[in-house]
């Protein structure tokens, strides 16, 4: 089976996993949702869903997706988020960061040197890092895909499933 990771943690953006999440499915993979632990989570909106397992515990990936709201805050501070981060990085896989969810790319010290973009206050964050920051919705990099937020989810899915063409 040919997975895509989706990462999750409270208060998630709902339209940044739902609309990938469907949008693999489509191409023609499995979508499995991982979180710092397997357990339901939150969205900004009451919305929940379970992550399938728990990052540490990931089986292998085809790549790997980074929803936005506040939950890249969250994910950032596990460990196992950011080993499973590199690792997929590392491999060379497609990996996907929409709106904060670069936040989750600059703790895992994969931003320093790459085109990148995300939600505007995050920035500073970014090019603090080592980012080389675009003001565009979408920016490819290499296996690096970043955008800037919802309204940007369409092209952010092209690009990302582009990736996987080649």
């Known amino acids: 089976m040919r997975r895509i990771g989706i990462l999750l943690a409270d208060l998630f953006d709902e339209r940044e996993f739902l609309y990938p999440y469907y949008r693999v499915q489509e191409a023609g993979y499995a ?7 397997a357990r339901e989570y939150r969205a900004k909106s009451g919305f929940a869903w379970k992550a399938e397992a728990a990052a540490g515990e990931a089986p292998p990936l085809e790549g790997l997706l980074i929803p936005g709201g506040f939950a ?12 499973l981060v590199q690792k997929v990085a590392e491999e060379g896989k497609p990996l996907g960061a ?30 603090n890092a080592g980012g080389l920051y675009r003001e565009e919705g979408v920016v490819v990099d290499g296996n690096l895909v970043t955008a800037q937020g919802p309204k940007d989810l369409p092209a952010f899915m092209r690009a990302f499933l582009g990736l996987f063409k080649g």
Do not use: Q
Request: hydrophobic content about 40%.
């Open 72 to 83: 890249p805050d969250y994910l950032r501070r596990s460990p196992e988020v950011l080993a």
């Open 31 to 37: 979508p499995m949702v991982l979180g710092p632990e």
């Open 98 to 127: 929409i709106c904060h969810g670069p936040w989750v790319l600059v703790s895992a010290g994969l931003v320093r040197g790459r085109k990148v973009t995300g939600f505007f206050s995050i920035r500073d964050d970014l090019e």
